[in-house]
């Protein structure tokens, strides 16, 4: 192999890989080595899984040879956040309950992946059951900032994200269930994407809320993450909530540019960020209207409640899609002298302090005599929030807002701090709770020349929209000056 | 399983002065392929653990998918108990226990696929009021090793089986409308009848494909208001849940009587010392922290599918039993109407018409159906109304003594083989009338002075002659007929 896939863009890794121009295992073992020699710094995988890497590479090239059709990822690398099953390959949530399980099924999208052609390198660091917004929850320790390695890279999806950035995958999936792509994205300068509820199974997934969460890509372009969009997406029988239309062509229209869109700024959603991410985002906007797209702010009044009815609903769902972390069938089992014991103590080890206190507010929110109050309340601010998009889509095809409050912050800095620490996802949760789709995107830098993410909002399926303004942003985009950390 | 429908009222049962309340909840499995959420098979008695796979494992990343041939069961049953059928949603049912691999039910609680019916009962006519009949998923079976009576005091282990775990249930909530233990007892028959005539369960309650829990309390006759209520868990016979009540009654009467209060309780059923026992209290009692299940979305059966479900239900076990009634003359009653209420309950019922259609007679071959194939029910595949008509025919035209024809019935639910060959090979083939007149003869002649009189007019001689015959033909000549030679040679 002469030239150097690290770097380059999945598009063009399966290009090279399809036209025999390099194969697919030496892609893989390339990426391999790289991330051997960097990751101990970095931290972004809990486990690369180097041999059953290199016999899917082989698979790929065995097709190629047979003259068969690769798919449209042969030979690309990617890494897969460890909430999704993969078989018979220990799939951790970060977390102590799940030691030693090795699922006996992979995720639809596991699958999905696989027939594209792309090859997993292996299983990406997360907040525990992604709960967290730094990765610092993670139960195997934190993943670091790839342009800082004394800042985080956000969360849940960090390892993803990291990795992605850091040029050890071009590509990865993650989930995102409050903005566990987006929030990530944005602090690692990359491209993020949570796609429509719906239209990405769930299935295979290790559920934290159930209502909210949704597969979704990170890539370093826009281009590469509908790539992998268009792979993942898609009706599948096992997963009753996915949608059945089939979905739309998400790269056919993403060059043909914003003339004419009419384009929202949420002012909700800038007041009290940081002043440089307020400035990114206008700017990104203005660049928007220089290429002909109706620029106008607009007000989504529900979104301020958001935060407050996710942190209701998202833990109320939790604390029952955890339940089964008991230390009966599988995971962690601490024996105690009853059965109630050994569920108390297999649990209070198994369990880190954000997930244990996600499982407590969500079962209060829960109990008899207190639903109303809480869960069911939150379920009427759902609505509010559902509706108040609605209206703003009346008048608009898509909508704009930073990603998050603030560039990456520092290890530490709001762990002891919870409320600090969720309002990292202040913007981002409302898409959830609507059920949306919405991705991120580099747009500049802030402190530190930390990069700065701009968040591009659609109505359900708008997909093909959000991508073309995200592609038009993408391309008036200044680039990242900030060194990466081996670079 | 046979029990006759007719009362025997047990002491329990009458309480002078009160009055016994009693609501029902009857957990009914339902007779599909596969599993409620997966594609496992619904199976009973297979090696543990077999059937499952990661989503009746409640493995992490899994989700359920609801089985179509399930809710068109349920919504059979809800036609069947003339209830509402509408758009319902499942809920999470949040409790932890081993034999529950998610800890938690997908079960239905706010809206269910039936509710408001009624379930009209057999003898006494009267309607009971059915609240909801909802679907939801079974749990595994847990077995305490080492413990007292494989209960969990005691044991020192326990394995659990999740091959029940996913299996499809409708739990069926009847009003707290019934009044004794019999008259429950006449609800379960009936609702067992009904589930099995419309094609959703097999109604065993040996194999656990119907439960029972039974809410019980006692006020004082005339009473308006309902006493505090005790809820008996997994009845799993007839036997049991009459029992259970009349002793559960009878505890509560005399907690009263003595100046106590009854307690608001979850009771558990101990067969063997025929007691109640307290499992947990009220204070107990689990926060299941319903929530809308997520993983779902909501059942919305179109009018057309209900309306062709409806259409494709079997006749019901009123109209069985009216189809029976109007093969007789005069409206049946006593223990004929008894008969056709456990015929049809059983499933027997075409068996009857069938064998009347074949030219038997009606209240022969229904006591014949009711009585002798009732008690052997298993075997029931071995007959068809063809032999069984035969069987009859060859009973009323007396080629067969009754006693003959309950063995040779007997024989061909065991073997399958027709009543002919089965008669003649236990050398019960009726004599020929000339013989049994030969035999008449003979005795006559033998026993000149008992003979005249007979003929004068001393009828109880006839008992003495028929025995004679008897002896002589070797048992086979049948009572009725030497009868009715006597009484004709006499003349």
Request: with cysteine; net charge negative.
């Amino acid at each position: 192999m002469t030239l150097s896939t690290i770097g380059m863009a999945a598009s063009e890794i399966a290009g090279l890989v399809r036209s025999k121009q390099v194969s697919a295992v030496e892609v893989v073992q390339e990426h391999l080595a790289f991330a051997a020699s960097h990751d101990s710094e970095l931290h972004s995988f809990i486990d690369i899984t180097d041999e059953a890497a290199l016999s899917a590479a082989r698979v790929v090239d065995e097709k190629i040879a047979r003259g068969e059709d690769p798919g449209s990822l042969a030979g690309v690398p990617i890494a897969l956040k460890d909430n999704l099953v993969t078989r018979g390959q220990a799939t951790t949530c970060a977390s102590q309950i799940l030691k030693g399980w090795k699922p006996p099924y992979d995720a639809t999208v596991v699958e999905k992946v696989r027939e594209a052609g792309a090859v997993a390198l292996g299983k990406t660091n997360l907040d525990e059951f992604a709960m967290g917004s730094s990765t610092e929850n993670s139960s195997f320790g934190p993943t670091r900032n790839p342009y800082d390695l004394q800042r985080v890279p956000g969360g849940s999806s960090g390892g993803s994200a990291a990795a992605v950035a850091a040029k050890l995958s071009p590509l990865a999936l993650g989930s995102d269930t409050g903005g566990s792509i987006r929030q990530p994205a944005a602090l690692c300068g990359i491209v993020g994407v949570k796609p429509t509820y719906g239209l990405v199974s769930r299935y295979g997934l290790i559920a934290f809320a159930s209502s909210l969460d949704q597969i979704g890509p990170f890539a370093r372009s826009v281009k590469d993450s509908a790539l992998l969009l268009q792979v993942i997406a898609g009706h599948d029988p096992k997963d009753s909530t996915s949608l059945e239309s089939p979905a739309p062509d998400l790269l056919a229209g993403i060059e043909r540019g914003v003339e004419g869109l009419r384009i929202g700024v949420i002012e909700e959603l800038i007041d009290g960020v940081a002043p440089k991410v307020g400035e990114a985002l206008l700017e990104a906007a203005n660049s928007l209207g220089a290429q002909g797209a109706k620029i106008e702010h607009v007000s989504v009044p529900a979104v301020k409640y958001g935060l407050s009815a996710y942190y209701l609903i998202a833990p109320a769902e939790a604390s029952s899609n955890l339940a089964r972390y008991d230390g009966v069938r599988y995971g962690l089992r601490v024996e105690g002298q009853d059965m109630n014991e050994t569920y108390v103590k297999s649990r209070t080890k198994g369990f880190g302090a954000e997930v244990k206190r996600r499982i407590m507010l969500g079962t209060f929110a829960l109990s008899s005599g207190y639903y109303d109050a809480y869960y069911g309340k939150a379920q009427r601010v759902r609505t509010m929030i559902i509706n108040s998009f609605q209206s703003a889509y009346n008048h608009f095809d898509v909508l704009l807002s930073p990603t998050t409050p603030t560039t990456a912050f520092e290890l530490g800095a709001k762990v002891s701090d919870p409320l600090s620490m969720y309002l990292s996802d202040i913007c981002t949760i409302p898409t959830n709770l609507a059920g949306h789709p919405a991705m991120s995107l580099p747009y500049g830098q802030g402190e530190n020349d930390m990069p700065i993410g701009v968040q591009v909002l659609a109505p359900a399926l708008g997909e093909v929209n959000m991508f073309r303004v995200a592609r038009a942003l993408e391309l008036g985009a200044p680039v990242i000056s900030r060194k990466l950390f081996w670079e | 399983m046979v029990e006759s429908s007719s009362s025997s009222p047990s002491q329990s049962e009458f309480i002078p002065g009160w009055e016994i309340v009693v609501g029902l909840e009857v957990h009914c499995e339902l007779k599909t392929n596969t599993k409620l959420f997966c594609g496992c098979a619904n199976a009973f008695g297979r090696e543990p653990n077999t059937s499952v796979c990661p989503v009746c494992l409640g493995l992490p990343g899994s989700l359920p998918v609801i089985n179509e041939h399930a809710v068109e069961l349920a919504i059979r049953i809800g036609l069947a108990l003339n209830c509402k059928v509408d758009e319902s949603i499942f809920h999470r049912k949040n409790y932890f226990y081993p034999d529950m691999p998610k800890d938690y039910q997908i079960s239905q609680y706010e809206k269910a696929i039936n509710e408001n019916g009624y379930l009209e009962l057999p003898l006494s006519k009267k309607r009971v009021r059915i609240e909801r009949a909802h679907i939801e998923e079974d749990t595994g079976k847990t077995t305490h090793v080492g413990g007292d009576g494989g209960r969990i005091h005691g044991a020192i282990h326990s394995l659990v089986d999740y091959n029940r775990a996913g299996i499809p249930l409708v739990e069926i909530v009847s009003a707290p409308d019934l009044r004794s233990a019999e008259e429950a007892r006449e609800y379960v028959t009936e609702l067992r009848a009904i589930l099995v005539a419309s094609g959703a369960s097999d109604g065993k309650m040996e194999e656990g494909s119907l439960r029972v829990d039974a809410n019980v309390s006692v006020r004082r006759s005339g009473s308006a208001e309902f006493g505090t209520r005790c809820e008996i868990k997994n009845l799993n016979s007839l036997r049991s849940l009459v029992r259970a009540i009349g002793y559960e009654a009878q505890r509560q009467v005399e907690l009263i009587e003595s100046g106590n209060a009854v307690v608001q309780q979850t009771r558990h059923w101990n067969e063997d010392q025929g007691v109640t026992t307290a499992m947990r209290s009220k204070e107990e009692a689990y926060d299941y922290r319903y929530f809308p299940e997520p993983d779902l979305v909501p059942l919305a059966p179109s009018a057309e599918w209900i309306t062709e479900i409806g259409s494709r239900i079997g006749m019901m076990p009123s109209d069985r039993r009216e189809r029976l009634i109007s093969m007789f003359e005069t409206a049946p009653s006593g223990s004929t109407f008894d008969q056709i209420v456990t015929a049809v309950s059983l499933g027997l019922d075409d068996l009857v018409t069938g064998a009347v259609r074949n030219g038997a007679d009606a209240r022969l071959a229904l006591a014949r159906a009711a009585n002798e194939v009732a008690s052997d029910i298993d075997h029931l595949a071995n007959i068809n109304p063809k032999t069984f008509g035969e069987l009859i025919r060859m009973e009323a035209g007396g080629k067969l003594s009754a006693t003959q024809a309950k063995k040779v019935l007997g024989t061909m639910l065991e073997s399958g083989e027709g009543p002919q060959n089965v008669a003649e090979s236990l050398g019960f083939e009726a004599l020929d009338t000339s013989i049994i007149e030969g035999f008449v003869g003979q005795v006559i002649a033998a026993s000149p002075k008992e003979w005249e009189r007979f003929a004068a007019g001393e009828d109880q001689l006839a008992g003495f002659f028929v025995g004679q015959v008897m002896k002589l033909s070797k048992g086979k000549a049948d009572g009725k007929i030497v009868t009715a030679i006597l009484r004709s040679k006499r003349s």
